[in-house]
């Protein structure tokens, strides 16, 4: 009964059944109390009655009153999850002595109170404790130290102390986690623990990935001994009161993903030690009290996607190295006193959403260059001494919703180009030396005098408070830009009309070439989708629109105003390799066109969101299908998905620009439509292959059990990894076995045992549903069927990627096994 909407209350004549060791009813919108009679299976008093219970989740619901003390004397428990509800009471003291078994204990979100119970560590067996988002009062027990086993704490969003009563001690409870060697996860973020980090913060786990504190105030130094955390990807250490410098131990930290100390008091230089940290895609040192340059190194660290250095005292010019960056999403130097020319390397922040670099000292002429952001969103230069005129080139920049160019010495018109930027709502040009007629088109009819105020001689119309316009000084202004344009853009648009003429001489030459499942649609314009509009059409990207969950991310459901439904895939970017997979699935899903192949709709990407907005696929995957037993597939149906699934691969190996290689292909990656039409997706680990290679290298692992020999042993990819892939895909799909079923150990693997079923015995194999035919002489027809095609299989998944057959000879002959299906059928029958 998980994710299946029910309401209500929990009726207690569920729970009649002795025999019961598992029941999940989270994600639902049950309100009430948990009933009494509850107690013959999973709560309250009486459950100490059921031994064999093994795992309580009930999960996102509106459970309330107090968790019976009866649950934590269940000796059999191994897990227990009740997020997301509105349980309070305190833990029992005792919590911990009667669950020797317990492995996992998730409690967060909800409104429990008290202390956490020392006891808590006698359950040895922990890996995983989440207590976020409570309200727990107390020390945070040093006893914590001895769940040897833990991998993950989460203790966030409470109102814990560092267990001191003196405000410039040292957080102790930190020194006791580091008996725990298999520490992954550490979130102690919004507590009020007003400490100071120990030195022995630096023998935490080797495993440690991530450790967020932020919003503790913490206070004193950062010790330098965080640099022996060697593995820690995450970071998170803003809105403290954290002193001193940046230590130069930062160098050591190699994984670093992400750095966040905005909001503090640091102190000195940024260090070139941050340099070296190669994998950083997020840094955040703003709000602080650093002074000097900024590293002209920083220009090296090419994986930066968001570079925050606002709010602070740096001086100088802007390193022209920093147009290195050229995938930099976000870039904020606001608020320094930063001087000189702006570089015209800002040129190279082509897929830049927002750049801010208001309240400094730059002077000189707003640079040329700027035309090339066209993904730009946020422009602000306010509050410097930048002269000339505003470019023209701005109305090319198609995305810009916020345009702030007020408080510098700008003169001359307001473009009119401006009037065609469609999604323009904030525009301030205050306080500069500007004249002639504000354009009243497009977006200016929503703009207010607050955008024009303190200009040299602006005019237009009445609502801006300014004169009228003097109509022969604005047809004369007009002609002379006319005369300008024309004498600039004709020789242009006569280099454009040749080169149109030979790409369409070029495109008629080639049109009997072009692959005939390609989608010719012409590219159009995405529509935009804020991610205000996500979240209404999400419900708050609530648990009851989630889809599916992947390694970097979840997949909701989402319903627009105009009842558009739509899938939204949100990226967890705490995952290591996020900000990457949506770079690669942002680049590719930009440009292939098939009918078999997921549709990128648009994407929303801010400070702290990535996501792709995709066509909804009502049916769900291939693997709800497969292992859901209220689904199920006929022979010609899988036939026909495995069909689709082989047209869109034959596309990416040799109907697409360049060889692409998909890398992941899996059940759960394949959607069906409304007509049950296969849609190969998720392309966040794909690898394009240049036209003269065939094989590149990678250090990415895709999903176990489907991975090729030499892919999962050696990193190196190419389209015959996907062959191997579909090989494996094609025996589970007519088996409904996974290849990493634990029937398959030691030396049996799911190729061995389809290999030892032909041809004799593959009734052995094949999934019983497709056996359970009316027409009991159709039984020969379909196994001689699924034999070809454990065949086709076993020759699409050989060790060595020479000897597998191509995408085209595999799509050939499935679809000939499918004509023969057909035809056996009808003679059959008739």
């Not at 020392?118 to 207590?131: G, M, T, V």
């Not at 040799?654 to 007509?675: F, G, Q, T």
Request: proline fraction near 5%; hydrophobic fraction near 40%; charged fraction near 15%.
């Amino acid at each position: 009964m998980e994710s299946a909407n029910l309401t209500g209350l929990i009726p207690s004549s569920i729970y009649n059944s002795s025999s019961l060791k598992e029941l999940y009813l989270q994600r639902n919108k049950l309100t009430g109390n948990i009933p009494r009679a509850i107690g013959n299976c999973l709560i309250p008093e009486e459950i100490c009655e059921l031994p064999n219970v093994r795992e309580l989740r009930l999960c996102v619901n509106n459970l309330m009153g107090a968790i019976p003390t009866s649950i934590f004397n269940i000796s059999s428990l191994q897990g227990m999850s009740l997020t997301e509800n509105n349980l309070s009471s305190n833990l029992p003291s005792s919590i911990g002595l009667w669950l020797p078994n317990l492995s996992f204990l998730y409690l967060p979100t909800n409104k429990l109170t008290g202390i956490i119970p020392e006891s808590i560590s006698n359950a040895s067996k922990l890996i995983a404790l989440d207590l976020g988002n409570n309200a727990f009062t107390g020390s945070i027990p040093k006893s914590l130290g001895n769940l040897r086993l833990l991998e993950v704490l989460h203790l966030n969003g409470n109102n814990l102390m560092s267990g001191s009563s003196s405000s410039s001690s040292e957080l102790s409870f930190l020194t006791s986690l580091v008996n725990c060697k298999d520490l992954k996860k550490l979130l102690i973020n919004r507590n009020p623990l007003d400490g100071i980090l120990p030195t022995t913060i630096g023998n935490l786990s080797a495993s440690l990935e991530e450790f967020k504190a932020d919003s503790c105030g913490i206070k004193g130094n950062i010790p330098s001994e965080i640099g022996n955390i060697s593995n820690l990807a995450f970071l998170y250490m803003q809105q403290n009161d954290l002193t001193g410098f940046i230590p130069s131990t930062i160098k050591a930290l190699g994984k670093l993903q992400i750095l966040d100390l905005s909001n503090n008091r640091l102190q000195g230089s940024i260090p070139d030690d941050i340099c070296q940290l190669k994998h950083m895609g997020d840094l955040r040192l703003n709000q602080n009290e650093l002074f000097g340059l900024i590293p002209e190194c920083l220009g090296n660290i090419t994986s930066l996607r968001y570079l925050y250095l606002n709010s602070n005292k740096l001086t100088f010019v802007i390193p022209t190295r920093l147009g290195n960056l050229k995938d930099i999403l976000e870039i904020n130097l606001s608020s320094n006193s930063l001087n000189g020319n702006l570089p015209p390397q800002i040129g190279s922040f082509k897929v830049a959403t927002l750049i801010d670099f208001s309240m400094n000292q730059f002077t000189g002429k707003i640079p040329s260059t700027i035309i090339g952001l066209q993904n730009l969103v946020t422009l602000s230069l306010a509050h410097n001494k930048l002269q000339g005129s505003i470019p023209d080139s701005f109305g090319s920049m198609v995305s810009l919703e916020f345009l702030d160019l007020s408080y510098n010495d700008l003169s001359d018109v307001i473009p009119k180009s401006l009037e065609i930027l469609p999604h323009l709502s904030y525009l301030n040009v205050s306080f500069n030396k500007l004249r002639g007629q504000i354009p009243n088109g497009g977006p200016f009819a929503n703009f207010t005098i607050q955008s024009f105020m303190s200009n040299v001689a602006l005019c237009g119309a009445p609502k801006f408070q300014v004169p009228p316009c003097h109509t022969s000084s604005f047809h004369h202004l007009r002609e002379k830009r006319m005369a300008l344009a024309l004498y600039i853009f004709l020789p242009i648009a006569s280099i454009l009309l040749a080169t149109t003429f030979v790409f369409l001489f070029i495109k008629c030459r080639r049109r009997n070439h072009t692959p005939s499942n390609v989608d010719l649609l012409p590219t159009i314009t995405p529509p935009r989708i804020t991610y205000q509009q996500l979240f209404r059409a999400t419900n708050g990207f609530s648990e009851s629109n989630l889809l599916g969950m992947g390694s970097f991310g979840s997949v909701y459901k989402a319903i627009l105003e105009d009842t558009t439904v739509l899938a939204i895939k949100v990226f967890n970017l705490q995952v290591k390799g996020a900000f990457k997979s949506f770079d690669i699935e942002c680049k590719i899903m930009r440009h292939i066109r098939h009918r078999n192949l997921t549709k990128v709709i648009s994407s929303c990407s801010n400070l702290d969101f990535k996501a792709l907005v995709l066509e909804y696929m009502p049916n769900g995957s291939l693997e709800k299908w497969l292992y859901s037993y209220n689904y199920s597939l006929d022979m010609l149906q899988r036939l026909d998905i495995m069909i689709d699934v082989a047209c869109a691969l034959k596309y990416l190996h040799y109907d697409y620009s360049m060889p692409l290689v998909h890398c992941d292909l899996k059940p759960s990656n394949i959607l069906l439509d409304d007509d049950m039409v296969a849609h190969v997706s998720d392309f966040g680990i794909a690898k394009l292959l240049d036209l003269e290679e065939s094989v590149t290298h990678t250090k990415t692992i895709a999903t176990f059990g489907y991975i090729a020999p030499e892919f999962g042993l050696e990193g190196l990819v190419s389209t015959g990894c996907d062959v191997y892939s579909y090989g494996i895909l094609l025996m589970e799909t007519f088996t409904r076995v996974k290849p990493i079923d634990e029937m398959f150990f030691e030396d049996m693997t799911m190729k061995r045992w389809i290999r030892e079923s032909l041809p004799n015995a593959i009734s052995h194999v094949i999934d019983a549903d497709l056996l359970k035919l009316e027409e009991e002489h159709l039984t020969a027809v379909v196994l001689q069927c699924v034999s070809s095609i454990m065949e086709l299989a076993l020759s699409c998944s050989a060790e060595s990627f020479e000897e597998r057959m191509n995408m085209k000879d595999v799509l050939s002959t499935l679809k000939n096994v499918k004509l023969w299906y057909l035809a056996n059928c009808n003679i059959e029958k008739s």
